[in-house]
Protein backbone atom coordinates (compact mmCIF):
# COMPACT_ATOMS: atom_id res chain seq x y z
CA UNK A 1 0.00 0.00 0.00
CA UNK A 2 1.01 3.29 -0.80
CA UNK A 3 -0.13 6.77 -0.78
CA UNK A 4 0.12 9.53 -3.22
CA UNK A 5 -0.80 13.02 -1.72
CA UNK A 6 -1.62 16.72 -3.24
CA UNK A 7 -1.85 18.73 -0.03
CA UNK A 8 -1.16 22.05 1.31
CA UNK A 9 -2.44 23.70 -2.12
CA UNK A 10 -4.03 27.05 -1.27
CA UNK A 11 -7.03 27.81 -3.97
CA UNK A 12 -8.92 31.25 -4.80
CA UNK A 13 -11.56 32.22 -7.54
CA UNK A 14 -11.98 28.44 -8.74
CA UNK A 15 -12.53 27.12 -5.23
CA UNK A 16 -14.32 23.84 -5.07
CA UNK A 17 -13.51 23.38 -9.11
CA UNK A 18 -9.54 23.59 -8.68
CA UNK A 19 -10.27 21.10 -5.37
CA UNK A 20 -12.24 18.46 -7.80
CA UNK A 21 -9.99 18.89 -10.32
CA UNK A 22 -6.78 17.89 -8.26
CA UNK A 23 -8.52 15.03 -6.63
CA UNK A 24 -9.34 13.68 -10.78
CA UNK A 25 -5.70 14.20 -11.16
CA UNK A 26 -4.21 12.33 -8.35
CA UNK A 27 -6.83 9.48 -8.83
CA UNK A 28 -5.47 9.38 -12.42
CA UNK A 29 -1.98 9.19 -10.89
CA UNK A 30 -3.30 6.20 -8.88
CA UNK A 31 -4.64 3.60 -11.40
CA UNK A 32 -8.32 5.31 -12.07
CA UNK A 33 -9.21 6.30 -15.83
CA UNK A 34 -11.31 9.38 -16.67
CA UNK A 35 -14.29 7.62 -18.66
CA UNK A 36 -15.98 10.35 -20.26
CA UNK A 37 -16.55 14.22 -19.17
CA UNK A 38 -17.69 17.58 -20.43
CA UNK A 39 -17.37 20.94 -19.72
CA UNK A 40 -20.94 22.08 -19.93
CA UNK A 41 -20.61 22.60 -23.40
CA UNK A 42 -18.77 19.67 -25.19
CA UNK A 43 -19.12 16.42 -24.51
CA UNK A 44 -16.07 13.98 -24.52
CA UNK A 45 -16.53 9.96 -24.92
CA UNK A 46 -13.03 8.81 -24.23
CA UNK A 47 -12.68 11.48 -20.65
CA UNK A 48 -9.94 14.35 -22.56
CA UNK A 49 -12.51 17.86 -22.90
CA UNK A 50 -11.42 18.92 -19.25
CA UNK A 51 -7.95 19.92 -18.51
CA UNK A 52 -7.72 22.36 -16.49
CA UNK A 53 -9.73 23.61 -12.65
CA UNK A 54 -10.73 27.37 -14.59
CA UNK A 55 -13.79 28.21 -16.64
CA UNK A 56 -14.29 28.66 -20.49
CA UNK A 57 -13.24 26.12 -22.62
CA UNK A 58 -12.13 22.74 -21.53
CA UNK A 59 -12.58 24.15 -17.80
CA UNK A 60 -14.08 22.44 -14.33
CA UNK A 61 -15.29 25.49 -13.19
CA UNK A 62 -18.54 26.10 -15.77
CA UNK A 63 -21.89 25.35 -14.90
CA UNK A 64 -22.92 21.53 -15.39
CA UNK A 65 -19.02 20.72 -16.24
CA UNK A 66 -18.51 16.95 -15.31
CA UNK A 67 -16.66 13.86 -15.47
CA UNK A 68 -16.91 10.32 -14.98
CA UNK A 69 -13.70 7.78 -13.44
CA UNK A 70 -13.28 4.30 -12.77
CA UNK A 71 -10.93 2.61 -10.54
CA UNK A 72 -8.15 0.73 -11.12
CA UNK A 73 -8.87 -3.07 -12.89
CA UNK A 74 -7.52 -4.63 -9.66
CA UNK A 75 -10.19 -2.99 -7.30
CA UNK A 76 -12.88 -5.37 -6.20
CA UNK A 77 -15.74 -4.30 -6.65
CA UNK A 78 -14.99 -1.66 -9.43
CA UNK A 79 -16.18 1.71 -8.49
CA UNK A 80 -17.12 4.24 -10.13
CA UNK A 81 -17.67 7.93 -9.38
CA UNK A 82 -19.23 10.67 -11.41
CA UNK A 83 -18.24 14.67 -10.43
CA UNK A 84 -20.47 17.47 -11.86
CA UNK A 85 -20.51 21.41 -10.70
CA UNK A 86 -23.79 22.98 -9.80
CA UNK A 87 -25.68 25.70 -11.45
CA UNK A 88 -25.53 27.70 -8.70
CA UNK A 89 -21.59 28.13 -8.42
CA UNK A 90 -18.46 26.65 -7.60
CA UNK A 91 -19.82 25.65 -3.87
CA UNK A 92 -22.28 23.49 -5.29
CA UNK A 93 -21.59 19.44 -6.36
CA UNK A 94 -23.14 16.85 -7.26
CA UNK A 95 -21.24 13.49 -6.54
CA UNK A 96 -22.90 10.15 -7.17
CA UNK A 97 -21.28 6.49 -6.78
CA UNK A 98 -21.59 3.52 -8.62
CA UNK A 99 -20.40 -0.08 -6.99
CA UNK A 100 -21.16 -2.01 -9.64
CA UNK A 101 -22.59 -2.43 -13.35
CA UNK A 102 -20.99 1.45 -13.61
CA UNK A 103 -22.85 3.68 -15.85
CA UNK A 104 -23.92 2.37 -18.91
CA UNK A 105 -25.71 5.08 -20.67
CA UNK A 106 -23.73 8.13 -22.23
CA UNK A 107 -23.58 11.73 -20.74
CA UNK A 108 -23.74 14.78 -22.65
CA UNK A 109 -22.55 18.12 -22.97
CA UNK A 110 -24.41 19.22 -19.55
CA UNK A 111 -25.83 15.78 -18.10
CA UNK A 112 -23.74 12.97 -16.25
CA UNK A 113 -23.80 9.19 -17.26
CA UNK A 114 -26.56 7.11 -15.55
CA UNK A 115 -27.29 3.15 -15.52
CA UNK A 116 -29.92 1.45 -17.27
CA UNK A 117 -32.70 0.06 -15.85
CA UNK A 118 -31.49 -3.46 -17.13
CA UNK A 119 -28.07 -2.74 -15.28
CA UNK A 120 -30.33 -1.73 -11.98
CA UNK A 121 -30.59 1.74 -11.67
CA UNK A 122 -30.71 1.75 -7.91
CA UNK A 123 -26.69 0.36 -7.72
CA UNK A 124 -25.64 4.07 -8.26
CA UNK A 125 -26.56 6.35 -5.54
CA UNK A 126 -25.90 10.16 -4.80
CA UNK A 127 -23.32 11.13 -2.21
CA UNK A 128 -24.16 14.94 -2.20
CA UNK A 129 -26.55 16.58 -4.56
CA UNK A 130 -29.51 18.45 -2.31
CA UNK A 131 -30.65 20.28 -5.53
CA UNK A 132 -30.36 17.49 -8.00
CA UNK A 133 -28.49 17.68 -11.00
CA UNK A 134 -28.83 21.23 -12.24
CA UNK A 135 -27.89 23.29 -8.38
CA UNK A 136 -25.90 20.47 -6.86
CA UNK A 137 -25.58 19.98 -3.21
CA UNK A 138 -23.60 22.82 -1.07
CA UNK A 139 -20.22 20.91 0.07
CA UNK A 140 -17.01 23.85 -0.12
CA UNK A 141 -18.11 26.10 2.37
CA UNK A 142 -16.47 29.50 2.19
CA UNK A 143 -15.45 32.30 4.07
CA UNK A 144 -17.99 35.45 3.95
CA UNK A 145 -21.03 34.98 1.82
CA UNK A 146 -21.77 34.72 -2.20
CA UNK A 147 -20.00 35.05 -4.09
CA UNK A 148 -17.14 34.55 -2.42
CA UNK A 149 -17.01 30.54 -1.59
CA UNK A 150 -13.87 28.93 -2.37
CA UNK A 151 -10.57 30.02 -0.77
CA UNK A 152 -9.43 26.92 0.19
CA UNK A 153 -6.47 25.10 1.56
CA UNK A 154 -6.73 21.95 0.26
CA UNK A 155 -5.27 18.79 1.34
CA UNK A 156 -5.79 15.05 -1.06
CA UNK A 157 -4.38 11.41 -0.50
CA UNK A 158 -5.62 8.34 -2.24
CA UNK A 159 -3.77 4.85 -2.14
CA UNK A 160 -2.21 3.69 -5.38
CA UNK A 161 -3.01 0.07 -4.06
CA UNK A 162 -5.72 -2.25 -2.83
CA UNK A 163 -8.55 -1.04 -1.69
CA UNK A 164 -7.92 2.33 -3.21
CA UNK A 165 -8.97 5.02 -0.47
CA UNK A 166 -8.71 8.53 -0.88
CA UNK A 167 -10.02 11.40 1.25
CA UNK A 168 -10.45 15.05 0.62
CA UNK A 169 -10.17 18.40 3.06
CA UNK A 170 -10.74 21.48 1.85
CA UNK A 171 -10.69 24.51 4.59
CA UNK A 172 -11.39 28.19 4.57
CA UNK A 173 -8.36 30.66 5.10
CA UNK A 174 -8.44 33.69 6.76
CA UNK A 175 -10.22 35.00 10.28
CA UNK A 176 -12.81 33.12 9.52
CA UNK A 177 -14.18 30.06 11.10
CA UNK A 178 -11.87 27.31 10.81
CA UNK A 179 -14.03 24.36 10.02
CA UNK A 180 -15.82 25.59 7.45
CA UNK A 181 -14.66 23.69 3.89
CA UNK A 182 -15.30 20.55 2.51
CA UNK A 183 -15.01 17.07 3.09
CA UNK A 184 -15.12 13.85 1.00
CA UNK A 185 -13.89 10.47 1.82
CA UNK A 186 -14.43 7.02 0.18
CA UNK A 187 -13.37 4.40 2.92
CA UNK A 188 -13.19 1.07 2.12
CA UNK A 189 -12.95 -1.58 4.98
CA UNK A 190 -9.69 -3.09 5.85
CA UNK A 191 -9.84 -6.81 3.88
CA UNK A 192 -10.51 -9.02 6.43
CA UNK A 193 -12.65 -7.25 8.70
CA UNK A 194 -16.13 -7.60 6.98
CA UNK A 195 -17.76 -11.04 5.93
CA UNK A 196 -17.19 -12.46 2.76
CA UNK A 197 -20.59 -12.06 1.59
CA UNK A 198 -20.31 -8.32 1.43
CA UNK A 199 -20.78 -6.65 -2.03
CA UNK A 200 -19.58 -3.09 -1.09
CA UNK A 201 -17.08 -2.96 2.14
CA UNK A 202 -17.32 0.65 1.87
CA UNK A 203 -18.15 3.55 3.57
CA UNK A 204 -18.54 7.02 1.96
CA UNK A 205 -18.71 10.21 3.43
CA UNK A 206 -19.33 13.89 2.33
CA UNK A 207 -20.34 16.87 4.06
CA UNK A 208 -19.45 20.84 4.23
CA UNK A 209 -17.15 21.47 7.19
CA UNK A 210 -14.59 19.37 8.21
CA UNK A 211 -16.40 18.84 11.40
CA UNK A 212 -17.30 15.98 9.55
CA UNK A 213 -14.19 13.90 11.63
CA UNK A 214 -15.22 14.84 15.22
CA UNK A 215 -17.83 12.51 16.96
CA UNK A 216 -19.71 15.16 18.08
CA UNK A 217 -20.10 15.96 14.68
CA UNK A 218 -20.60 14.28 11.44
CA UNK A 219 -19.00 11.14 12.85
CA UNK A 220 -21.35 11.14 15.82
CA UNK A 221 -24.19 8.54 16.68
CA UNK A 222 -26.36 10.95 14.77
CA UNK A 223 -24.00 11.74 11.90
CA UNK A 224 -26.34 11.09 8.44
CA UNK A 225 -23.61 12.19 6.40
CA UNK A 226 -21.38 8.84 6.65
CA UNK A 227 -23.51 6.05 4.63
CA UNK A 228 -23.16 2.82 2.47
CA UNK A 229 -24.91 -0.06 1.40
CA UNK A 230 -27.00 -2.25 3.61
CA UNK A 231 -28.04 -5.76 2.60
CA UNK A 232 -26.92 -5.13 -1.14
CA UNK A 233 -28.28 -7.47 -4.03
CA UNK A 234 -31.14 -8.65 -1.78
CA UNK A 235 -34.97 -8.25 -1.90
CA UNK A 236 -33.75 -6.13 1.63
CA UNK A 237 -31.10 -3.43 0.19
CA UNK A 238 -30.90 0.09 0.93
CA UNK A 239 -28.93 2.69 1.04
CA UNK A 240 -28.21 3.87 4.85
CA UNK A 241 -26.59 6.02 7.07
CA UNK A 242 -23.87 3.81 8.92
CA UNK A 243 -21.75 5.10 11.87
CA UNK A 244 -18.54 4.79 13.38
CA UNK A 245 -18.47 3.10 16.96
CA UNK A 246 -16.42 4.09 20.01
CA UNK A 247 -14.65 1.61 22.55
CA UNK A 248 -16.94 1.31 25.41
CA UNK A 249 -17.41 -0.48 28.73
CA UNK A 250 -20.14 0.19 30.94
CA UNK A 251 -18.30 -0.45 33.85
CA UNK A 252 -14.85 2.05 32.90
CA UNK A 253 -16.56 4.44 30.43
CA UNK A 254 -15.48 4.81 27.17
CA UNK A 255 -11.77 4.62 25.44
CA UNK A 256 -11.67 5.93 22.32
CA UNK A 257 -12.14 8.34 20.61
CA UNK A 258 -10.32 10.88 22.89
CA UNK A 259 -10.88 9.10 26.36
CA UNK A 260 -8.21 6.25 26.05
CA UNK A 261 -4.77 8.97 27.19
CA UNK A 262 -1.33 8.34 26.14
CA UNK A 263 0.44 5.20 25.95
CA UNK A 264 1.46 4.41 29.52
CA UNK A 265 5.14 2.31 27.94
CA UNK A 266 5.73 5.48 25.57
CA UNK A 267 4.02 8.61 26.48
CA UNK A 268 2.94 8.86 22.97
CA UNK A 269 -0.49 9.47 21.49
CA UNK A 270 -1.84 5.88 19.33
CA UNK A 271 -4.75 5.39 17.08
CA UNK A 272 -6.93 2.53 16.47
CA UNK A 273 -9.34 1.61 14.21
CA UNK A 274 -12.87 2.85 13.34
CA UNK A 275 -15.60 0.26 13.67
CA UNK A 276 -18.14 1.02 11.10
CA UNK A 277 -21.80 -0.74 11.05
CA UNK A 278 -25.65 -0.21 12.32
CA UNK A 279 -26.49 -0.59 15.96
CA UNK A 280 -29.56 -2.22 18.05
CA UNK A 281 -30.60 1.59 18.22
CA UNK A 282 -30.97 1.86 14.30
CA UNK A 283 -33.97 -0.36 14.63
CA UNK A 284 -33.79 -1.40 11.21
CA UNK A 285 -30.48 -2.46 9.08
CA UNK A 286 -28.90 -3.49 11.70
CA UNK A 287 -25.31 -5.24 10.70
CA UNK A 288 -21.69 -4.77 10.89
CA UNK A 289 -19.84 -3.26 7.92
CA UNK A 290 -16.15 -3.14 9.32
CA UNK A 291 -12.94 -1.78 10.11
CA UNK A 292 -12.27 1.41 8.12
CA UNK A 293 -8.84 1.46 6.16
CA UNK A 294 -7.92 5.12 6.21
CA UNK A 295 -9.40 7.16 9.35
CA UNK A 296 -8.74 6.41 12.96
CA UNK A 297 -9.78 7.16 16.44
CA UNK A 298 -7.60 9.33 18.51
CA UNK A 299 -6.64 8.05 21.99
CA UNK A 300 -6.84 11.36 23.19
CA UNK A 301 -7.29 15.21 21.87
CA UNK A 302 -4.94 16.72 19.58
CA UNK A 303 -4.25 20.03 17.72
CA UNK A 304 -5.86 20.32 14.39
CA UNK A 305 -3.03 19.02 11.63
CA UNK A 306 -0.55 17.59 14.48
CA UNK A 307 0.99 14.82 13.15
CA UNK A 308 0.94 11.45 15.14
CA UNK A 309 3.97 9.80 15.67
CA UNK A 310 4.71 6.20 15.57
CA UNK A 311 7.67 4.50 15.57
CA UNK A 312 9.85 7.77 15.10
CA UNK A 313 7.78 8.64 11.97
CA UNK A 314 5.19 11.13 11.48
CA UNK A 315 3.16 9.31 8.78
CA UNK A 316 -0.19 10.54 9.86
CA UNK A 317 -2.07 13.78 10.27
CA UNK A 318 -4.40 14.55 13.31
CA UNK A 319 -8.03 16.12 12.03
CA UNK A 320 -11.13 16.18 14.74
CA UNK A 321 -11.38 13.16 16.53
CA UNK A 322 -9.82 11.26 13.98
CA UNK A 323 -6.12 10.59 12.21
CA UNK A 324 -5.68 10.07 8.21
CA UNK A 325 -2.55 9.05 6.10
CA UNK A 326 -0.34 11.69 5.72
CA UNK A 327 2.84 12.45 4.06
CA UNK A 328 5.41 12.04 6.45
CA UNK A 329 7.66 14.73 7.57
CA UNK A 330 5.75 17.51 5.29
CA UNK A 331 3.84 20.28 7.96
CA UNK A 332 0.09 20.91 7.59
CA UNK A 333 -1.45 24.07 6.78
CA UNK A 334 -4.41 24.23 8.32
CA UNK A 335 -5.62 27.89 6.70
Not at 238 to 243: C, E, G, M, S
Given at each position: ????????????VNGGAEVIFALRQLLV?????????????????????????????????????????????TMVPRREFCFQRGASGVAYWWIKVSAEDGYDVAGDANDMPTQSAADGDSQNVTMMAAGGTTNGGFIFDGPGSAPNYGEFVYHIGADDAAPF????????????????GGTIVFE????????????????????????????GGGLGPAGTNTNGWYAKN????????????????SGYGQMVPIQAGTNGNTGQVNDFPIAWGRGSGAGTGVGWKGF?????????????????????VADRICFGDVTLPWPAGVVVEVG
Open positions: MAYQYDVNNFVGSCGWTVVADADGTTYSGTGVQITHAGSGANGMNNSRAWFHIRGPAGWYVIAKSCGTYPSNDPMVPGSYPDEEPDPAIYLSGSTTSMFQYTAGEAWVNLVPHVYYNGSQMRWLACPKEEGEPLIRNG
